[in-house]
């Protein structure tokens, strides 16, 4: 298969890369990085991006972020950073995506445990990984030409427990290389409109 993965140099995306690259040919992207670089939460850079890229059979997206902070303190323009970048940038490659993708090609989003069970200060990307996951749900029913959209959500990585350890008290981390196999599973498997839990 041709694979594209978006955020393809980030913890996630590094073991998705290395999971699927020795029997795929897989290309990456990211904003700055990667064979091909993209701007996710701009339409006309994903447009741009999959002109460049040519066929594909599969699309992963392992990219955004969003705010983390008190909702007691949070701005409107705080709250929007996760729905402008996390979740539209994932939207995005979905509705350009759409149009480029093989027939029954794949779609995969990244969420995260957050969409289930709320952190600290988390108020944001736990809606924001929601929406996201509504998305995949809904658009699963209405994708062409077989067609198929899935979501991994990925407890804290082993990988990122010094950065986003102290948000997951009695946690226990999850590692790249397995968190990779549901993306795997995405791809090469057969279901649509599936949230794969790993945490
Ligand atoms: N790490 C965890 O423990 C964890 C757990 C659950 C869920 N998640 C979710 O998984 C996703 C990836 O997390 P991560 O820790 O692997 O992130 P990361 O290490 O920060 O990597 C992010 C990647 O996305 C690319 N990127 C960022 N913004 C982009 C944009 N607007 N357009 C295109 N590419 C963009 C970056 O490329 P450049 O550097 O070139 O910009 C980089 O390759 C995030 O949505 C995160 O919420 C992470």
């Known amino acids: 298969m041709r694979i594209l993965i978006v955020g393809a140099t980030g913890t996630i995306g590094r073991a998705v890369t290395a999971a699927l690259a020795g029997r795929h040919e897989v290309l990456r992207a990211g ?5 091909l670089t993209v701007d996710a939460t701009d339409p006309a850079s994903v447009q741009a991006m ?15 972020g969003a705010h983390v902070g008190p909702l007691g303190e949070m701005t409107a323009e705080q709250f929007r950073v996760g729905l402008n970048d996390k979740l539209m ?4 490659m979905v509705l350009a995506g759409q149009r480029y993708l093989r027939d029954g090609g794949s779609f ?12 600290k200060h988390g108020v944001a990307l736990m ?4 929406a996201i996951e509504g998305f995949a749900q809904a658009a699963a029913c209405e994708l062409p030409r077989g067609q198929r ?8 990585l ?3 427990m010094e950065i986003y350890g102290p948000y997951f008290p009695g946690t226990e981390p999850v590692p790249a290389a397995r968190v990779a196999l ?9 279901e649509t409109g599936k949230i794969y839990k790993i945490w």
Do not use: C, F
């Open 31 to 35: 904003r700055r990085s990667g064979e």
């Open 50 to 64: 999959y002109e460049k890229a040519g066929p594909l059979d599969a699309v992963i997206m392992t990219a955004g």
């Open 89 to 92: 940038g994932q939207v995005n």
């Open 108 to 119: 995969t989003l990244t969420s995260g445990v957050i969409s289930e069970h709320p952190i």
């Open 127 to 130: 809606a924001t990984n929601r």
């Open 149 to 156: 959209i899935n979501v991994v959500s990925p407890g804290v």
């Open 158 to 160: 082993t990988e990122s």
């Open 182 to 190: 549901r993306y795997e599973l995405s791809v090469e498997g057969v």
